[in-house]
């Protein structure tokens, strides 16, 4: 399967400073094999879908609220993505979970609704490291993956990213070989609670301090079909190393 390299620019990034990104970055990565997407905050996304037309780059929005329209003040409805040619959005960020304390059931609510509008939703599963010591990592992760795809359509197109707790923003990754287990297990869930075919054709990728010197290693893993990338991906040249490796 083609593997996946995906931006997650979290809360960073004014208007102007998305297009000078999007202007240096799409000349650093016109030979590439990977598929390539951008999650900006919101108000970028008119933004980076004008600079990056005809480029083959995909964008993404970070979130989506789970209603099309209504009195839901601040949300953004997958219609709305849809007309700014968003393909994929990401649900169940962990910091959305931990900080704006999003439920399994919410995680759920949004990725079934971005589906039905044909969005790609990239789920977002990992354990805190207390789970981890405790070891309970399998744990989470499963009560996360079947509470978001139980009952899900094997011909919809869905992206897990794990992405455990603890390597978030630290400095510290799971080595690839802690990666490689739990995305196996990921592929074991995906293939009992849907089918085979689902699970071999849904791309597991990693994320937690992704960086241009450790990608390489990480995607040689089996079971790395990608990369979610944070702080790395906020600058052109370093975001294009990744994608280039
Ligand atoms: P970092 O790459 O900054 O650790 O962030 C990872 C992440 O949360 C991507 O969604």
């Given at each position: 399967?083609k593997?996946?390299?995906v ?8 208007c102007?400073?998305a297009?000078s990104?999007a202007k240096n970055?799409k ?10 997407v951008?999650?900006?905050p919101?108000?970028?996304?008119w933004?980076?879908q004008?600079?990056l037309?005809g480029?083959?780059i995909?964008i993404g ?7 099309d ?12 993505l ?9 649900v ?7 900080i704006?304390?999003e439920?399994?059931?919410i ?15 990239i789920?977002?599963v ?11 990592t ?7 993956l079947?509470?978001?795809l ?5 011909d ?7 992405e455990?707790?603890w390597?978030?923003?630290t ?5 690839p070989?802690q990666?490689?287990e739990?995305h196996?297990?990921i ?5 009992g ?8 054709k ?8 992704v960086?241009p010197?450790n990608?390489?290693?990480l995607?040689?893993?089996k079971d790395?079909n990608?990369l979610?990338v944070?702080?790395a ?5 370093s975001?294009?190393?990744i994608?280039?490796?």
């Open positions: 399967m593997e996946v390299v931006a997650n620019w979290k809360m960073n990034k004014t102007a400073e297009r990104f970055f000349e650093l990565v016109r030979e590439r094999n990977r598929e390539v951008i999650c900006p919101f108000t970028s996304l933004v980076l004008e600079e037309k480029t083959g995909k929005a970070q979130d989506v609220f789970y209603k329209w209504g009195a839901y003040t601040g949300e953004i409805s997958p219609p709305m849809v007309e700014l040619n968003c393909e994929y959005v990401i169940g960020h962990s910091e959305r979970r931990n704006l304390n439920t399994d059931e995680v759920r609510k949004k990725l079934f609704c971005a589906v039905e509008h044909g969005l790609v939703p789920l977002c990992g354990e805190k490291l207390e789970e981890r010591e405790r070891g309970e399998e744990k989470v992760v499963e009560k996360q079947v509470s978001a139980k009952g899900i359509s094997e919809l197109k869905v992206v897990v990213a794990y455990p707790v390597a978030i923003g400095g510290k990754n799971a080595t070989e990666a490689q739990v196996a297990f592929r074991g869930i995906l293939e609670l849907v089918s085979r075919d689902f699970s071999e849904t791309p597991i990728l990693y994320g937690g301090s960086k010197e990608a390489k290693a995607l040689s893993q790395i990608g979610l944070g702080g991906s906020l600058n052109p040249e975001f294009a190393r994608v280039l490796c």
